[in-house]
Nanobody
């Protein structure tokens, strides 16, 4: 079992920045990737970014490339999402997720077993 707890959400004006954190606890040694997703009410949850924990390789959704950076501190079992140049379309609930099964497509919701409760990000124009 892995427990995830997000923090760092809030309200910001367009053009601003936020850094989200996701603290992992429990049996974290077997995780193969950690990701950030976001969801707007009435829409499907979408993958934002992923980091493959062993090699620290990253992949981003096209909508956030060049603006968001995913990173990990393995000593602290913490995942981060640095979000710059935020715009109102980034407003959503942000979730971190992790999984122990290799070979799954990173942006599919069903590729992750463990999820946090989410942290709200609101960007005003």
């Amino acid at each position: 079992q892995v427990q995830l707890a997000e923090s760092g959400g809030g309200s910001v004006q367009a053009g601003g920045s936020l850094r989200l954190s996701c603290a992992a606890s429990g049996n974290t040694g077997r995780t193969v990737r950690m990701a950030w997703f976001r969801q707007v009410p009435g829409k499907e949850r979408e993958g934002v970014a992923v980091i493959y924990t062993a090699a620290a390789l990253t992949t981003y959704a096209d909508s956030v490339k060049g603006r968001f950076t995913i990173s990990q501190d393995r000593a602290r079992n913490t995942l981060y999402l640095q979000m710059n140049s935020l715009n109102p379309e980034d407003t959503a609930m942000y979730y971190c997720a992790t999984d122990t099964r290799p070979g799954r497509y990173w942006s599919r919701v069903d590729s992750y077993i463990y999820w946090g409760q989410g942290t709200q990000v609101t960007v005003s124009s």
